[in-house]
Each structure stands twice: as structure tokens, then as C-alpha cells.
């Protein structure tokens, strides 16, 4: 029992970094990325090469994947930013897809379906993280260090810009900000940050595959995130523990077959999200800030 | 003589795009609703056509015809109680494609529950290639494909440049203002925009469901296919959705005389990538439409 909090508890502290990294454009810029769980997956699977390649360490390793990971994303964001919101809806749905393709079939790298294992354990200032218990520790270390970041970022005049342009872009334009710049920066950061977590799974689990970082996990993502309260600190890490407590919650239910518990988990967070668009767009813990808006709708 | 054939089965793909991504068009155009969930209705005409016919064995006129009802039906619904009450408070962007997605997860989800997540498909004879030349195989259901692209793209512009309802909607796109004061209720314009272009998936669907097979994450690629050939031919041109869709066809086809199938999504990405950098406007977008 024991063993089971302590994993779930890792599990929950990596899915929460992605969240609040999400959140970061989600929320704050109003750039909605389908493609988040493609950085994860860059992230891991940067992380797991450079480990076994060149016996990194686990700072090194993450680096690198939080480099590549933010040079992606640069290639993504600059051209598909500079036009409306709908282009890089369009253009993060397509590139998590080709990455889909590309995680299964570049398999000199990635090992294709059947995935990377024996990932070797991180290694921290010449200590092997083994312990679970260990794990557990650095994993929350990088989501305070990665919620710090954010925190500060948003309160700082750049967090403000982004609220700004989220808000009413043309306007922030017209106050001489540079809006694809700060966007465009928003996104880089927070698919760097994403990496960390795609590193710190690699070595947690010492197996990665490509189901970790498909379409759904970007969805599931997308759904914390939202369920929990876009904009706020607090809201993706409570939509966090909400999504990844489900599946434990639903296997306590009568009559409900094993097969489906995964399907029935992304109805209830479907349902959740529509419900939640209707009656409180904010989310569950979206009171203090106004929801997101974004000139594309009709007002 | 491979390239003939791959020519030919990109023409098809690329006609059962256009129709889907028209559909796509004609409801954010009309609507400025960004309708993700169009997925799910191209889903829910196909499961339901392939229940029909290949299990129950019913008539296929029945079965397109209930697979037409379905579609229409889920289009009204989600302009009733899903796009309305949303609009009602504050009509962000935002919270309409959340709450669209969340549909679209919901739908793909239960189909994958009630009809199982395998790949399943209808054969009939129509499917049967026929090889017409040595080497060049060519099934009657492209040939019908591409007609009926033709024809129900036809018939949409007709309907929209002649009728009433047909100038209402794309009034409605440019003034909704207007519309209500020519004493038209923009709402029920919409539902038309809703209510066709949910219809207009259905050869699509069936189309799919008779030649390269469904499972229920389908919707997905329709949705990527949409997005992609809407802004491949230019936001709010119905025209350019048609063409977008049917360059993603080709260009899928083509790619298989150097690529493996499973590169198909790489190759669509690649197409809208290159016009959201070169051509961000589309085909036939207006040069404005980049803000």
C-alpha cells in the first residue's frame, strides 16, 4: 500500500508539472496547444539517449531534452503564431501526430512500440536516485522549483504582457508590445519545463513507449488543466490529483469491466469538460480570475 | 503506371476530404464557431452506417438515410445545447473549442465502448476494385465519390448564392447584426449552417467506412483533415476548403510512391505547415484574414 501512494504520488507530481507548464500558455497567453504531450515525449526520450549513450547524469540529461524540446517548439510556435489562435490549434494537432509516427517508427532511437527499456536510475551529484522514496522527493522538488517559475513569471511584466495579449491582443499590440515575441516565448518556456517532466518519468519508470505521449495524453493534459481551473496555481495540480485519482476511484465501482475503466475515465473527464464549459468555464478552482478570452469568438 | 493509381486514390480520398472539410467551412463560416466535434458527427454517421448495413443488414438507402438523420440531429444538438448556452454567457473562442473537444472525446469513447475498438469496415459490391487497365485498379466507389463531391459541392454553392436561407447564412457570416435587422433570427440561420453542414460528412463517412475502414479514433483524423484544409484553402472560403481537402488527398496518395502509409498524417502536417508559412492566408483567403 505503502508503494502504491509513493508511485501515485510520483505519477501525480510528473502529470502536475505538465499541467502548470500547460497551464502557463493555456491559461495565461490563451495559445491552445494540442501538442503538449509531444514535448513530454521529447523530454523522456532526449533524456533516456543521452543517459545511455553517454552515461549522463540526471541534470545533463534533462537539459538536453529541455533544449530540444525548446528548439521544437520555436519551430513550431514562430510561424504558426504570427497568425490567428485557430493556425496553431491546426498546427500542434498535426505535429503531435507526425510525432505520434515518428516515436514509432525512428526505432533506432526511440525503439519503436516496444519502447526504451533498462533506462539506467538518475544519477545527482554522483547518488543514484533508486528508492522510490527518493524519487518521490526529487520529483517534487522540480514541480515547487517548476510552480516557483511560473508563479514568478506570471507576476513579473511579462506575465502581465501575456494576460494582456490573452485579453485583447490588438490592444497590447497597439501599446507597442510585441506580441508574437512574448508568445511565442511563452510557449518555448513552457515546453522546456514539459521536458523536465518527460525526464524525470524516463528515469522514474526505466521504460518509456510511445503510448506515454499520444493524442490522448495531450487530451488528458488539456483536461487537467481545464477541469482544475485555467489561470490559477492552484487549479491544474487539484485538476491533477482529480484525473489521476479517477481511474483508482471507477475500479471501486460494481459491474464495471476492467477493459472499459479507461474509456469511462475520458467520458467522465469529456462530460466534465463540457459540463464545466457551460455552467463555469473558470473551472473548479477558477474563481479569482476572470476566464480566458480570446478575440476569435463572437462577442 | 503506380503513379496513375495512387493519382486515382488520391482524387477519391481527396474528394471525400473536400466534402468533410466543406461541411467544416460552412459552419465556421457562417457561424464563426469553431466546430471540432464535426468529427464526432462524421464518426456517428459511419458507426451507425456500418451497424446497419453490415450487421443488421438493412437496405443501404435505409442505413444512409438514418446515417443523414444522426448527423443532423447531432449538429442541431450541439448548436442547441452545447454552442447556445455557451454563447449565451460569453462566446470565447476558448470555452467553445473546450467544450467541442469534450464531445469529441466523449463520442469517440462510447463508440469504442458499444462497438469495440477494432478497425471494421462494409463490403459491398461497389468496393471491389475492377482492374481496368493492366496494373490500374479502380474500385466504382471512387468513381461515385468523386461525382458526389462534385455534385453536393454544386449543389451547396447553388443553394448558397440562390435561396433565401442560402444568402441568410452567409449574410450571417459577415453582419449578424444585419440579419436581425432584415427581421431573420441569426439563430436559426445558424441551425441551417449546422444542419447542412453536419449532412454533408455523411457521403464521407460512408465513403470511409466502405474503403479504408473505421475505428472509433477516426474522428480525430477528420478533425485534423478539417482544420488542415480549411486553412490550406483560406479560412471562410468554401471553395478553398474544397480544394485544401482534395490537395490532402492527392498529397497523401502521392507520398505513398516514396513513403509508407503510416507517414500519411506526416505528409498532411507537412502540407499545412508549408501554408501556414509561406501562405498563411490559403488559396482563396483574404489577405486580411492573418490579423
Given at each position: 500500500?505503502?508503494?502504491?501512494?509513493?508511485?501515485?504520488?510520483?505519477?501525480?507530481?510528473?502529470?502536475?508539472?505538465?499541467a502548470v507548464t500547460l497551464n502557463f500558455i493555456l491559461g495565461y497567453a490563451g495559445i491552445?496547444?494540442?501538442?503538449?504531450?509531444?514535448?513530454?515525449?521529447?523530454?523522456?526520450?532526449?533524456?533516456?539517449?543521452?543517459?545511455?549513450?553517454?552515461?549522463?547524469?540526471?541534470?545533463?540529461?534533462?537539459?538536453?531534452?529541455?533544449?530540444?524540446?525548446?528548439?521544437?517548439?520555436?519551430?513550431?510556435?514562430?510561424?504558426?503564431?504570427?497568425?490567428?489562435?485557430?493556425?496553431?490549434?491546426?498546427?500542434?494537432?498535426?505535429?503531435?501526430?507526425?510525432?505520434?509516427?515518428?516515436?514509432?517508427?525512428?526505432?533506432?532511437?526511440?525503439?519503436?512500440?516496444?519502447?526504451?527499456?533498462?533506462?539506467p536510475p538518475a544519477r545527482l551529484f554522483g547518488f543514484a536516485v533508486t528508492q522510490p522514496?527518493?524519487?518521490?522527493?526529487?520529483?517534487?522538488?522540480?514541480?515547487?522549483?517548476?510552480?516557483?517559475?511560473?508563479?514568478?513569471?506570471?507576476?513579473?511584466?511579462?506575465?502581465?504582457?501575456?494576460?494582456?495579449?490573452?485579453?485583447?491582443?490588438?490592444?497590447?499590440?497597439?501599446?507597442?508590445?510585441?506580441?508574437?515575441?512574448?508568445?511565442?516565448?511563452?510557449?518555448?518556456?513552457?515546453?522546456?519545463?514539459?521536458?523536465?517532466?518527460?525526464?524525470?518519468?524516463?528515469?522514474?519508470?526505466?521504460?518509456?513507449?510511445?503510448?506515454?505521449?499520444?493524442?490522448?495524453?495531450?487530451?488528458?493534459?488539456?483536461?487537467?488543466?481545464?477541469?482544475?481551473?485555467?489561470?490559477?496555481?492552484?487549479?491544474?495540480?487539484?485538476?491533477?490529483?482529480?484525473?489521476?485519482?479517477?481511474?483508482?476511484?471507477?475500479?471501486?465501482?460494481?459491474?464495471?469491466?476492467?477493459?472499459?475503466?479507461?474509456?469511462?475515465?475520458?467520458?467522465?473527464?469529456?462530460?466534465?469538460?463540457?459540463?464545466?464549459?457551460?455552467?463555469?468555464?473558470?473551472?473548479?478552482?477558477?474563481?479569482?480570475?476572470?476566464?480566458?478570452?480570446?478575440?476569435?469568438?463572437?462577442? | 503506371?503506380?503513379?496513375?493509381?495512387?493519382?486515382?486514390?488520391?482524387?477519391?480520398?481527396?474528394?471525400?476530404y473536400a466534402l468533410t472539410a466543406v461541411g467544416f467551412s460552412l459552419i465556421f463560416g457562417?457561424?464563426?464557431?469553431?466546430?471540432?466535434?464535426?468529427?464526432?458527427?462524421?464518426?456517428?454517421?459511419?458507426?451507425?452506417?456500418?451497424?446497419?448495413?453490415?450487421?443488421?443488414?438493412?437496405?443501404?438507402?435505409?442505413?444512409?438515410?438514418?446515417?443523414?438523420?444522426?448527423?443532423?440531429?447531432?449538429?442541431?444538438?450541439?448548436?442547441?445545447?452545447?454552442?447556445?448556452?455557451?454563447?449565451?454567457?460569453?462566446?470565447?473562442?476558448?470555452?467553445?473549442?473546450?467544450?467541442?473537444?469534450?464531445?469529441?472525446?466523449?463520442?469517440?469513447?462510447?463508440?469504442?465502448?458499444?462497438?469495440?475498438?477494432?478497425?471494421?469496415?462494409?463490403?459491398?459490391?461497389?468496393?471491389?476494385?475492377?482492374?481496368?487497365?493492366?496494373?490500374?485498379?479502380?474500385?466504382?466507389?471512387?468513381?461515385?465519390?468523386?461525382?458526389?463531391?462534385?455534385?453536393?459541392?454544386?449543389?451547396?454553392?447553388?443553394?448558397?448564392?440562390?435561396?433565401?436561407?442560402?444568402?441568410?447564412?452567409?449574410?450571417?457570416?459577415?453582419?449578424?447584426?444585419?440579419?436581425?435587422?432584415?427581421?431573420?433570427?441569426?439563430?436559426?440561420?445558424?441551425?441551417?449552417?449546422?444542419?447542412?453542414?453536419?449532412?454533408?460528412?455523411?457521403?464521407?463517412?460512408?465513403?470511409?467506412?466502405?474503403?479504408?475502414?473505421?475505428?472509433?479514433?477516426?474522428?480525430?483524423?477528420?478533425?485534423?483533415?478539417?482544420?488542415?484544409?480549411?486553412?490550406?484553402?483560406?479560412?471562410?472560403?468554401?471553395?478553398?476548403?474544397?480544394?485544401?481537402?482534395?490537395?490532402?488527398?492527392?498529397?497523401?496518395?502521392?507520398?505513398?510512391?516514396?513513403?509508407?502509409?503510416?507517414?500519411?498524417?506526416?505528409?498532411?502536417?507537412?502540407?499545412?505547415?508549408?501554408?501556414?508559412?509561406?501562405?498563411?492566408?490559403?488559396?482563396?483567403?483574404?489577405?486580411?484574414?492573418?490579423?
Amino acid at each position: 500500500m505503502w508503494a502504491y501512494f509513493i508511485n501515485l504520488a510520483v505519477l501525480i507530481s510528473i502529470n502536475a508539472i505538465l499541467a502548470v507548464t500547460l497551464n502557463f500558455i493555456l491559461g495565461y497567453a490563451g495559445i491552445f496547444s494540442i501538442a503538449h504531450a509531444l514535448f513530454f515525449g521529447v523530454g523522456a526520450y532526449t533524456a533516456t539517449f543521452v543517459a545511455m549513450k553517454f552515461g549522463a547524469g540526471f541534470l545533463t540529461a534533462t537539459a538536453a531534452g529541455m533544449l530540444l524540446a525548446a528548439l521544437i517548439s520555436l519551430a513550431l510556435a514562430l510561424p504558426a503564431l504570427r497568425v490567428r489562435g485557430e493556425y496553431f490549434v491546426a498546427a500542434s494537432l498535426g505535429l503531435q501526430m507526425l510525432a505520434v509516427t515518428i516515436f514509432t517508427e525512428w526505432k533506432s532511437v526511440t525503439g519503436g512500440i516496444g519502447g526504451l527499456t533498462n533506462i539506467p536510475p538518475a544519477r545527482l551529484f554522483g547518488f543514484a536516485v533508486t528508492q522510490p522514496e527518493h524519487f518521490l522527493l526529487l520529483s517534487l522538488l522540480a514541480l515547487g522549483l517548476i510552480v516557483l517559475v511560473i508563479r514568478a513569471l506570471v507576476r513579473s511584466s511579462f506575465g502581465r504582457s501575456l494576460k494582456a495579449i490573452r485579453d485583447d491582443e490588438t490592444a497590447a499590440w497597439a501599446y507597442g508590445k510585441n506580441v508574437a515575441i512574448i508568445k511565442t516565448t511563452a510557449v518555448v518556456v513552457s515546453s522546456a519545463l514539459a521536458a523536465v517532466a518527460g525526464s524525470l518519468y524516463a528515469f522514474y519508470l526505466s521504460f518509456i513507449n510511445v503510448e506515454s505521449f499520444v493524442l490522448d495524453t495531450s487530451i488528458q493534459l488539456m483536461a487537467m488543466v481545464i477541469i482544475g481551473g485555467t489561470a490559477t496555481l492552484l487549479g491544474p495540480l487539484i485538476g491533477t490529483v482529480l484525473i489521476l485519482l479517477l481511474p483508482a476511484a471507477l475500479s471501486y465501482l460494481p459491474y464495471l469491466p476492467v477493459t472499459e475503466i479507461g474509456s469511462i475515465q475520458q467520458i467522465v473527464y469529456g462530460l466534465a469538460m463540457v459540463l464545466l464549459m457551460i455552467y463555469r468555464p473558470g473551472g473548479l478552482w477558477g474563481f479569482q480570475d476572470a476566464p480566458p478570452s480570446s478575440k476569435s469568438g463572437t462577442a | 503506371m503506380l503513379l496513375l493509381q495512387l493519382l486515382i486514390n488520391g482524387l477519391q480520398l481527396g474528394a471525400i476530404y473536400a466534402l468533410t472539410a466543406v461541411g467544416f467551412s460552412l459552419i465556421f463560416g457562417a457561424t464563426k464557431i469553431f466546430h471540432v466535434a464535426h468529427g464526432a458527427a462524421f464518426t456517428i454517421a459511419a458507426y451507425l452506417f456500418w451497424w446497419t448495413t453490415a450487421v443488421k443488414g438493412w437496405p443501404w438507402p435505409l442505413a444512409a438515410g438514418l446515417a443523414v438523420l444522426a448527423a443532423v440531429v447531432f449538429g442541431l444538438a450541439m448548436e442547441r445545447f452545447i454552442y447556445r448556452p455557451i454563447q449565451r454567457h460569453e462566446g470565447a473562442f476558448f470555452t467553445v473549442f473546450i467544450a467541442a473537444f469534450g464531445v469529441q472525446i466523449i463520442v469517440q469513447n462510447l463508440i469504442g465502448t458499444v462497438f469495440g475498438r477494432g478497425f471494421v469496415s462494409v463490403t459491398t459490391p461497389l468496393s471491389r476494385s475492377v482492374e481496368v487497365l493492366p496494373g490500374l485498379f479502380v474500385a466504382p466507389v471512387a468513381a461515385l465519390a468523386i461525382v458526389l463531391a462534385v455534385v453536393g459541392f454544386t449543389g451547396l454553392t447553388i443553394y448558397l448564392a440562390r435561396t433565401h436561407w442560402g444568402m441568410a447564412m452567409r449574410a450571417l457570416s459577415e453582419n449578424p447584426d444585419l440579419i436581425r435587422v432584415f427581421g431573420l433570427d441569426p439563430g436559426r440561420v445558424a441551425q441551417y449552417a449546422f444542419a447542412i453542414g453536419s449532412a454533408i460528412v455523411v457521403p464521407g463517412a460512408i465513403f470511409t467506412a466502405m474503403t479504408a475502414g473505421l475505428n472509433p479514433a477516426v474522428g480525430a483524423h477528420v478533425m485534423l483533415i478539417s482544420l488542415a484544409a480549411t486553412i490550406v484553402g483560406g479560412i471562410g472560403s468554401l471553395r478553398g476548403a474544397a480544394y485544401g481537402g482534395l490537395l490532402l488527398g492527392l498529397a497523401e496518395n502521392l507520398a505513398l510512391w516514396r513513403l509508407d502509409p503510416q507517414w500519411s498524417e506526416a505528409v498532411t502536417f507537412v502540407v499545412l505547415f508549408l501554408f501556414i508559412i509561406f501562405r498563411p492566408a490559403g488559396f482563396f483567403g483574404r489577405p486580411h484574414a492573418a490579423k
